[in-house]
């Protein structure tokens, strides 16, 4: 293999000048810096990553920390994150089902010197598991994290206001009594989500009925079993929203296995509007979070951190929702709203 000593030898320059022509540092001139390169590409020559981390104190390699890896969401935020980084030429370093505080220290530690920069979306994650565990220079962005500390970059999805608004557009079709398929009980995104659907009924009049707040987990077999149970119910719920699109694809399957018409019968729709939302039969309504943009955006957060040396300002950002209005909920084509 050939080594920087080899490059330096062949191209009549010292080995520190080699180093500062691939690590972009200390002056050297564009004719060396030209000759340099040439030479190295005759002879085949890589730059070995961790002696220029070393030399550099850069990585080129940022992580991306996800409580999963299983579904249309994650997999667009991970889509999101590594086009970004790519195209910043880091390296995207990824690691998920971190599902208790840990756990979460584990890949933290294990993250620890790998990595320039971590993107965190993690239900469990707290301050001070955060300080003890990371160097404070360390750059961090919380995706849909809820910490109580200035002390990092945030972006959150604004979960309550895009519940109030699907509640009042169900409501807006004449219907009163609307379920809620709600996520895992002590996450927070979930139970913001169930705080807007109330706010939202409790100011048009319409009662809040315990039995129509149903658990689904976050899956589509969650939904698919909450979906029965509401159909169970008498009178039954004449609209069904569910806290996520997987949720909602679930109780979409069960309402078709008891022959429900939708929206005839029963008006649906979800949360985080996922590529597929747009190909189910019916087509489904559901709040727009621009999930590849989530992604995007955290890296493109990460990046400004990271080139500031964590030394920033530090932002604390709601990113707003809209709604994907489709035939689900029986909104005709033309009242369509993206």
Same mark, same amino acid.
Request: one cysteine or more.
């Given at each position: 293999?050939?080594?920087?000593?080899?490059?330096?030898?062949?191209?009549?320059?010292?080995?520190?000048?080699?180093?500062?022509?691939?690590?972009?540092?200390?002056?050297?001139?564009?004719?060396?810096?030209?000759?340099?390169?040439?030479?190295?590409?005759?002879?085949?020559?890589?730059?070995?990553?961790?002696?220029?981390?070393?030399?550099?104190?850069?990585?080129?390699?940022?992580?991306?920390?996800?409580?999963?890896?299983?579904?249309?969401?994650?997999?667009?935020?991970?889509?999101?994150?590594?086009?970004?980084?790519?195209?910043?030429?880091?390296?995207?370093?990824?690691?998920?089902?971190?599902?208790?505080?840990?756990?979460?220290?584990?890949?933290?530690?294990?993250?620890?010197?790998?990595?320039?920069?971590?993107?965190?979306?993690?239900?469990?994650?707290?301050?001070?598991?955060?300080?003890?565990?990371?160097?404070?220079?360390?750059?961090?962005?919380?995706?849909?994290?809820?910490?109580?500390?200035?002390?990092?970059?945030?972006?959150?999805?604004?979960?309550?206001?895009?519940?109030?608004?699907?509640?009042?557009?169900?409501?807006?079709?004449?219907?009163?009594?609307?379920?809620?398929?709600?996520?895992?009980?002590?996450?927070?995104? *979930?139970?913001?989500? !169930? /705080?807007?659907? %109330? @706010?939202?009924?409790? #100011?048009?009049? +319409?009662?809040?009925?315990?039995?129509?707040?149903?658990?689904?987990?976050?899956?589509?077999?969650?939904?698919?079993?909450?979906?029965?149970?509401?159909?169970?119910?008498?009178?039954?719920?004449?609209?069904?929203?569910?806290?996520?699109?997987?949720?909602?694809?679930? *109780?979409?399957?069960? !309402? /078709?296995?008891? %022959? @429900?018409?939708?929206? #005839?019968?029963? +008006?649906?729709?979800?949360?985080?509007?996922?590529?597929?939302?747009?190909?189910?039969?019916?087509?489904?309504?559901?709040?727009?979070?621009?999930?590849?943009?989530?992604?995007?955006?955290?890296?493109?957060?990460?990046?400004?951190?990271?080139?500031?040396?964590?030394?920033?300002?530090?932002?604390?950002?709601?990113?707003?929702?809209?709604?994907?209005?489709?035939?689900?909920?029986?909104?005709?084509?033309?009242?369509?709203?993206?």
């Amino acid at each position: 293999m050939t080594t920087i000593k080899d490059v330096a030898r062949e191209a009549g320059v010292s080995t520190a000048t080699v180093s500062r022509v691939f690590n972009n540092i200390g002056p050297v001139d564009k004719d060396t810096q030209r000759h340099v390169r040439l030479v190295a590409r005759r002879l085949k020559y890589v730059p070995n990553a961790l002696g220029r981390g070393l030399s550099t104190q850069r990585t080129d390699a940022i992580g991306l920390l996800l409580p999963d890896l299983f579904g249309e969401f994650f997999s667009e935020v991970l889509r999101g994150s590594d086009q970004t980084a790519q195209q910043s030429r880091y390296h995207l370093v990824v690691s998920s089902s971190h599902n208790n505080r840990e756990e979460i220290r584990a890949a933290l530690t294990t993250m620890r010197g790998r990595v320039d920069g971590l993107v965190i979306m993690s239900a469990h994650i707290d301050a001070q598991t955060l300080i003890e565990t990371l160097p404070p220079a360390l750059p961090v962005v919380l995706l849909n994290c809820y910490v109580d500390s200035s002390g990092f970059d945030m972006l959150n999805v604004d979960n309550f206001g895009g519940a109030y608004e699907m509640t009042k557009h169900l409501l807006s079709h004449g219907h009163q009594r609307i379920a809620i398929i709600n996520g895992i009980e002590e996450n927070v995104d *979930a139970r913001e989500r !169930l /705080r807007g659907y %109330g @706010v939202a009924m409790r #100011e048009a009049g +319409a009662s809040v009925d315990p039995a129509l707040q149903v658990p689904g987990h976050f899956s589509e077999a969650g939904g698919y079993d909450a979906a029965r149970r509401l159909l169970s119910r008498s009178p039954r719920p004449t609209a069904i929203f569910a806290s996520n699109d997987s949720m909602a694809i679930g *109780a979409l399957s069960a !309402l /078709r296995d008891q %022959g @429900v018409q939708i929206p #005839e019968e029963m +008006a649906l729709a979800g949360f985080d509007d996922v590529p597929i939302a747009t190909y189910l039969t019916p087509t489904l309504t559901s709040v727009q979070v621009g999930i590849h943009h989530l992604g995007v955006r955290a890296v493109e957060t990460l990046l400004h951190a990271v080139g500031n040396r964590n030394a920033h300002c530090k932002q604390q950002i709601l990113l707003p929702t809209k709604l994907s209005l489709r035939e689900s909920c029986g909104c005709k084509p033309k009242d369509q709203i993206h």
